[in-house]
């Protein structure tokens, strides 16, 4: 082997340019996560606003045929040392095929929707919403925590005064208060546990007490005995046209059962049984598509089911806002601005080895030219997207059906699952490649080949050993493998080190 130049003298060289790859990476990492952090704190909005920020519905109506969603959100304004986050009510309207963009709406209590507006309650105010037009009406009957129901020119409000519940008739500019039935309930009646229906003239009013669900009915003059329904689990009730749909949900290890009565012309149905097995944070019910749903609003998505008779149609996914088109928008901008920003360092790191570190080796009257880390970082780019096709495409459809967002810790689990398979699909695809003919399709594209360090060719356990270190070159981000690259004689990371491997191109000089 002829030394063109001082080995010796180019070892001091490598160390002192590792040295310094390694200093100029340390503190690009400083400076982004110190840019990073000042961005966090100082202007979170810029970067929350990024990202796919999850809202949970509060309440869903059915209104003039389309579905109403309110959902919380969370908004960040100025320095986070100095501002708390604020919580901002929206609404996106469903029209059983698209959904709106959000659409900012007042916060509220409890809302009643009637066929040509929908009524908010909130401490002190009531507010209309006819599907254009907000209206405002402040009114001291209206007190903590209100539900509302409509009537016939008349307004019905239970709500909290003076740490009291008080049932208030609201017709007009008058205002008389509702004795409840009974005396006992000023003790037992739980505000935000109760709710209020109106149909036709009769008032209903539910409330749980313990285990059991009451239900008392006021014609205008008195109130009758009540009805009592054994269900330890949640309840809604929703009227619709003659009818009152009540809903009743009680959750077991395996799944959730909806009993459902029906209340018509003074006489409640026996109940029907629904099983629903998914996984949901909230249930709601309302009248869409002149049928009752149950709505249903999971960690990652949305779906409802239709109630026809004895039978559970569904269920029907609201399309994702979680990963709205002006998300994706942004994340392919920034995915593409990162990887030309990642292609360039990369370019101008191997532009500064090249300049400086000795790039060929010769053996046995042949002259072999070391791969440059431009051409190694530029195959393995190649041989990413390679891997990623096939599982990213069973994997994409397995997303598609939407079931594992239901559940955080399914979908925590087929995420790491696709991540594993995916780093194990890369580490076989390169060590049988590169053990069997020196070079995946990647570094065949580029014009590299893997080789012993006598340049020899590779075998299947230098591949599998090589690769297997890959792990340290991923947790460090990749900087270990240049600076190693840097301070070796023969451009080699610490996978051929550990192999015994060189990477060279193909073309050799003889």
């Known amino acids: 082997m002829e030394a063109p130049l001082n080995l010796e003298n180019e070892k001091k060289k490598n160390i002192r340019l590792a040295i310094g790859v390694a200093a100029l990476g340390v503190l690009g990492f400083i400076i982004f996560y110190i840019a990073y952090f000042t961005l966090i704190f100082c202007y979170p909005s810029k970067l929350f606003n990024l990202m796919p920020f999850p809202s949970f519905t509060e309440s869903v109506v059915g209104f003039k045929g389309n579905l109403l969603i309110f959902s919380k959100t969370v908004t960040f304004k100025g320095p986070m040392l100095e501002n708390q986050p604020e919580e901002r009510m929206v609404y996106r309207?469903?029209?059983?095929?698209?959904?709106?963009?959000?659409?900012?709406?007042?916060?509220?209590?409890?809302?009643?929707?009637?066929?040509?507006?929908?009524?908010?309650?909130?401490?002190?105010?009531?507010?209309?919403?006819?599907?254009?037009?907000?209206?405002?009406?402040?009114?001291?009957?209206?007190?903590?925590?209100?539900?509302?129901?409509?009537?016939?020119?008349?307004?019905?409000?239970?709500?909290?005064?003076?740490?009291?519940?008080?049932?208030?008739?609201?017709?007009?500019?008058?205002?008389?208060?509702?004795?409840?039935?009974?005396d006992e309930l000023l003790e037992k009646i739980g505000v935000c546990s109760s709710q209020l229906l109106c149909l036709k003239n009769e008032l209903l009013l539910f409330f749980k007490e313990e285990d059991t669900l009451l239900c008392y009915r006021y014609n205008g003059e008195k109130w009758d005995q009540p009805e009592s329904f054994e269900n330890g689990g949640d309840y809604k009730a929703i009227a619709w046209k003659d009818k009152i749909y009540l809903f009743q949900s009680i959750s077991s290890p395996k799944q959730r059962e909806t009993t459902l009565r029906i209340y018509s012309k003074n006489v409640w149905s026996e109940p029907k049984t629904f099983p629903i097995r998914e996984t949901s944070l909230q249930s709601f019910v309302a009248i869409f598509k002149e049928k009752p749903i149950i709505f249903q609003q999971a960690f990652f998505s949305k779906k409802y089911y239709f109630v026809e008779g004895e039978q559970l149609l569904g269920p029907h996914s609201i399309p994702k806002s979680f990963l709205s088109p002006a998300f994706i928008k942004k994340g392919l901008f920034f995915g593409l601005l990162s990887m030309i920003i990642t292609f360039i360092v990369i370019f101008l790191i191997s532009l500064l080895l090249r300049r400086f570190k000795l790039r060929t080796w010769k053996m046995d009257a042949t002259e072999y030219e070391f791969a440059s880390l431009f051409r190694r970082f530029l195959a393995e780019s190649i041989d990413c997207v390679i891997t990623m096709i096939p599982v990213g495409i069973p994997f994409y459809f397995v997303f598609k059906e939407g079931s594992f967002f239901d559940n955080p810790f399914r979908f925590v689990a087929?995420?790491?699952?696709?991540?594993?398979?995916?780093?194990?699909?890369?580490?076989?695809?390169?060590?049988?490649?590169?053990?069997?003919?020196?070079?995946?399709?990647?570094?065949?594209?580029?014009?590299?080949?893997?080789?012993?360090?006598?340049?020899?060719?590779?075998?299947?356990?230098?591949?599998?050993?090589?690769?297997?270190?890959?792990?340290?070159?991923?947790?460090?981000?990749?900087?270990?493998?240049?600076?190693?690259?840097?301070?070796?004689?023969?451009?080699?990371?610490?996978?051929?080190?550990?192999?015994?491997?060189?990477?060279?191109?193909?073309?050799?000089?003889?």
């Open 93 to 182: 309207v469903f029209d059983g095929k698209s959904l709106s963009q959000p659409e900012e709406a007042k916060p509220f209590a409890s809302l009643c929707p009637t066929e040509d507006k929908i009524y908010f309650f909130d401490q002190g105010v009531y507010r209309t919403f006819d599907g254009k037009t907000w209206e405002s009406f402040k009114n001291p009957a209206i007190g903590s925590n209100p539900k509302g129901a409509i009537g016939p020119s008349r307004i019905w409000v239970l709500s909290t005064h003076k740490k009291k519940p008080v049932l208030n008739l609201i017709s007009g500019n008058e205002v008389r208060e509702i004795p409840l039935p009974e």
């Open 414 to 510: 087929i995420a790491m699952l696709s991540m594993g398979c995916l780093l194990l699909l890369n580490f076989l695809y390169h060590s049988f490649l590169e053990g069997l003919w020196g070079k995946t399709i990647g570094k065949m594209i580029c014009g590299i080949i893997v080789l012993k360090d006598d340049f020899m060719k590779c075998n299947i356990g230098r591949g599998f050993l090589r690769n297997l270190m890959r792990i340290v070159d991923i947790f460090f981000y990749y900087l270990v493998a240049v600076v190693l690259m840097a301070g070796t004689m023969k451009w080699q990371r610490l996978g051929d080190i550990v192999a015994e491997t060189v990477v060279v191109r193909e073309k050799m000089k003889s």
